[in-house]
C-alpha cells in the first residue's frame, strides 16, 4: 500500500520553462490536493479536486493548472514557469471533507 | 480572509517537559481542526484531530483542547522525547465544503535530551 505517490522528487528549471507534476494515490480517496511549502508561510491549498471530475481553485491558484485524471491521479501544470514558483509541492488525499489528509513525499522545484 | 494563527513559531523545551502550541482561526464556520507533524525533509503527517462538537481528544501523550467561543484551539504534548523534535502545523476547515484547508505558519519544536 504506496498511499500517495508523487513525482519527481525534485526538479530544476529555467523560467518560461513548462512541466507537470503527477500525483497517484492508492486508498480510493474521493478528494486531492495540491499544495505548496514556503518557509514560514506552511502549506498553502493551490487547487483541490472535490471528486473525481471536478477541479476547484484554491488560495494560490494562479500561475497553475490542474487535471483530474481518474479518482486514482490529479497532475499539476506549470505552463511557464518562473522563479516566484520555487518551493516544495505536496500532492495530498483524504476521504472528503473534514477529514483529515495524506500527503506524499514532496516534489522540491527551482525556478532559475 | 480566512486565517489560522500559530505560535509560537520556535519552541524549545528539555525533555520530559511538556510543550504546548496554539492556534487561533478567523472563519466562525471551521469545524474541524487537524495537526499535522512534519520532520525534517519529510512529509506532513496527521497525529491527531478534533470536531468542533468536542472540546478536548487525547492519544497517548498528545491532546487537544478547542474554544470554538474563543476560536482557540491547542495541541499539548506531555513528557516530551527528542523524536517529538519537528514542525507542527495545525489547520482549520469547515466540515460541509471543508475542502479548503487553512493551516498555520508552523512551529518547529526542539526537545533537547
Known amino acids: 500500500n504506496a498511499g500517495v505517490t508523487q513525482t519527481p522528487k525534485f526538479q530544476v528549471l529555467k523560467t518560461g520553462q513548462s512541466m507537470t507534476l503527477q500525483c497517484a494515490q492508492d486508498m480510493n480517496h474521493n478528494s486531492m490536493y495540491w499544495y505548496r511549502q514556503d518557509p514560514g508561510m506552511g502549506l498553502r491549498l493551490i487547487y483541490y479536486?472535490?471528486?473525481?471530475?471536478?477541479?476547484d481553485k484554491g488560495e494560490v491558484p494562479n500561475g497553475y493548472n490542474v487535471s483530474r485524471l481518474n479518482k486514482r491521479e490529479f497532475s499539476l501544470r506549470l505552463e511557464s514557469a518562473a522563479p516566484s514558483q520555487t518551493s516544495v509541492y505536496f500532492c495530498?488525499?483524504?476521504?472528503?471533507?473534514?477529514?483529515?489528509?495524506?500527503f506524499g513525499q514532496g516534489t522540491r522545484l527551482t525556478v532559475v | 480572509g480566512e486565517n489560522v494563527e500559530q505560535h509560537p513559531s520556535t519552541l524549545s523545551v528539555q525533555e520530559g517537559d511538556s510543550a504546548v502550541i496554539k492556534c487561533t482561526y478567523s472563519?466562525?464556520?471551521?469545524?474541524?481542526f487537524p495537526w499535522y507533524k512534519q520532520e525534517l525533509g519529510k512529509r506532513p503527517q496527521l497525529i491527531i484531530d478534533i470536531r468542533s462538537n468536542v472540546g478536548e481528544k487525547k492519544d497517548q501523550r498528545i491532546a487537544v483542547t478547542l474554544n470554538k467561543t474563543a476560536k482557540h484551539f491547542s495541541l499539548h504534548i506531555t513528557e516530551t522525547q527528542p523524536e517529538d523534535s519537528a514542525v507542527y502545523f495545525c489547520?482549520?476547515?469547515?466540515?460541509?465544503?471543508?475542502?479548503?484547508?487553512?493551516f498555520g505558519a508552523g512551529t518547529r519544536l526542539f526537545v533537547k535530551a
Open positions: 495530498a488525499s483524504s476521504g472528503g471533507q473534514g477529514l483529515g489528509a495524506f
Open positions: 472563519d466562525s464556520a471551521s469545524n474541524y
Open positions: 479536486s472535490a471528486s473525481e471530475g471536478t477541479t
Open positions: 489547520a482549520a476547515s469547515r466540515g460541509i465544503g471543508g475542502f479548503k484547508t487553512i
